[in-house]
């Protein structure tokens, strides 16, 4: 009895698919293996998870500093039992005058030891006249309005502090406007498309999937100067021109969207606030780009490339101005306490070890501008 072969057309097309399905299976399997490790060791920790915060609790860090020459050699960050740096919650802490500090890595300090930060030099030289006061350092480095409103949520409000004070800015420069992200950063995000609530589940609920998201927020902090380094400011590179006014309106035309964004979640840090007994305070961000000569090294600030971008130093000031305005705004809008860190801190080389990021000595600068103001005002503003 004779057979007939399949033909070859055919053979090709079961061959390909089952190629294509040992692929599959193999693809699933090794993302398996991935999940598995990072649930049990994850090189890469990260205090989010999707938008859920995990802060790290109970820990003392001492690290050696090879990278930034003009910071300690020797470093040493501790975190108390809520996963912040400060004291531990006194047992008399709804009578205290409680007080967190909220921001990104120009408020947590990394790079700056235990009871040298400026929020810790700020609780010192507020003890005077502010004896009951208890102050928490909530910074987390890389978050931006987005993060502070989680924070609030998740941590801060359940906590009842007296006030809170914001220091942001620096990471919201570029950050998209109101969308759906923006609703599940708020709680609610039963009107986000199916593939925005999936992308969320899966977020929330892989650990591959975070840290492949934490790396790309890690990418464009990088690209935008955002992550520590050292800087030398006599040997950065120039843009060969500045921008024309024309040019600078188009970049602002480009940041409409973004400083809209901006506006509402300022207005919605604040509003959170309020809406739970707690007084807001607002603070400027300050940064070492701008235009003028630098006092300490001489250089002139002006053209000189300040971040990956290629942006110079007077460009980069001018967009973080439009966000300061914002903040400005915001506290004139709601009658909110604000201080202008951004225009009251000189730009001074000795007070940054990069264009945003603020050395002992500059930390020791940011506290006694906010002790200054704060001290007849929180008094004030809390009773």
């Not at 992308?199 to 955002?226: D, E, H």
């Not at 964004?261 to 961000?285: A, D, H, M, W």
Request: glycine share 8%; proline share 5%.
């Amino acid at each position: 009895m004779e057979t007939t072969a399949a033909p070859p057309a055919r053979g090709r097309m079961r061959s390909l698919a089952l190629n294509l399905t040992l692929l599959a299976v193999s693809l699933m399997f090794c993302l398996g293996m991935v999940e598995a490790v990072l649930r049990v060791f994850d090189p890469l920790p990260s205090r989010v998870r999707g938008n859920t915060l995990r802060l790290n609790t109970n820990i003392k860090t001492t690290f050696h500093n090879t990278g930034i020459p003009r910071m300690d050699p020797e470093i040493r960050v501790s975190r108390n039992s809520i996963g912040f740096r400060g004291p531990e919650m006194p047992t008399d802490y709804e009578k205290r005058l409680s007080l967190f500090t909220v921001g990104g890595s120009t408020t947590e300090c990394y790079y700056i030891s235990d009871g040298k930060t400026w929020p810790d030099l700020l609780s010192k030289k507020l003890a005077g006249t502010m004896p009951d006061l208890w102050l928490n350092n909530a910074g987390l480095d890389g978050h931006s309005t987005f993060g502070h409103a989680h924070l609030m949520e998740q941590i801060l409000i359940p906590l009842k502090p007296k006030a809170v004070l914001f220091l942001v800015g620096i990471n919201d420069v570029g950050a998209e406007a109101i969308n759906h992200r923006d609703s599940q950063t708020f709680g609610d995000c039963a009107g986000c498309p199916l593939l925005r609530r999936a992308f969320n589940f899966v977020t929330q609920n892989s650990a591959t999937a975070s840290a492949a998201l934490n790396i790309q927020r890690a990418r464009r902090a990088q690209k935008l100067g955002l992550t520590h380094r050292s800087l030398d400011l006599g040997d950065r590179p120039t843009a060969a021109k500045l921008p024309s006014p024309e040019e600078t309106a188009a970049l602002k035309t480009r940041h409409t969207a973004a400083l809209e964004g901006y506006k509402q979640r300022v207005e919605r840090l604040v509003e959170l606030c309020q809406s739970n007994g707690i007084v807001p305070i607002l603070v400027t961000q300050p940064a070492l780009f701008g235009s003028g000569k630098e006092p300490v090294t001489g250089v002139q600030l002006d053209n000189i490339i300040a971040n990956d971008a290629g942006q110079d130093a007077r460009t980069a000031w001018t967009v973080l101005e439009w966000y300061n305005d914002v903040v400005r705004q915001a506290g004139q809008k709601q009658g909110v306490t604000l201080i202008d860190l951004a225009r009251e801190l000189p730009k001074s080389f000795d007070y940054y070890y990069d264009f945003i990021h603020f050395t002992n000595k500059g930390a020791d600068a940011v506290s006694d501008i906010l002790a200054r103001e704060l001290s007849p005002k929180l008094q004030a503003v809390v009773k």
